[in-house]
Nanobody, 120 residues
Framework: QVQLVESGGGLVQPGGSLRLSCAAS????????MGWYRQVPGKQRELVARLNGIGNTNYADSYADSVKGRFTISRDNTKNRVYLQMTSLKPEDTAVYYCNTVPPSPTDGWGQGTQVTVSS
């Protein structure tokens, strides 16, 4: 069963940057496609960035249109970690951010997430 611990969120002004980190355990991390999701109250959780695992021949990253060009996902398979570098942050990026496999397991849970608030 996968365990996920997100960190790095906080309060930042519009135009600022943050780097989120996620530590994963309980899976052969390098083989899994990993993603960052976000959720605001009253809305469904959405996938904003994904990076394929080495088991996927299309080893590439992809992004939601709303964050393309501003967010960068990366991973360190030696540390079982996935990162999200966020730049040029906007108030609409305010959300709780989660990492998980892509797609997420229907039986495994989610981590606690990390709150990102973009406000002046």
């Amino acid at each position: 069963q996968v365990q996920l611990v997100e960190s790095g969120g906080g309060l930042v002004q519009p135009g600022g940057s943050l780097r989120l980190s996620c530590a994963a355990s309980g899976i052969i991390f390098s083989m899994y496609d990993m993603g960052w999701y976000r959720q605001v109250p009253g809305k469904q959780r959405e996938l904003v960035a994904r990076l394929n695992g080495i088991g996927n021949t299309n080893y590439a990253d992809s992004y939601a249109d709303s964050v393309k060009g501003r967010f960068t996902i990366s991973r360190d398979n030696t540390k079982n970690r996935v990162y999200l570098q966020m730049t040029s942050l906007k108030p609409e990026d305010t959300a709780v951010y989660y990492c998980n496999t892509v797609p997420p397991s229907p039986t495994d849970g989610w981590g606690q997430g990390t709150q990102v608030t973009v406000s002046s």
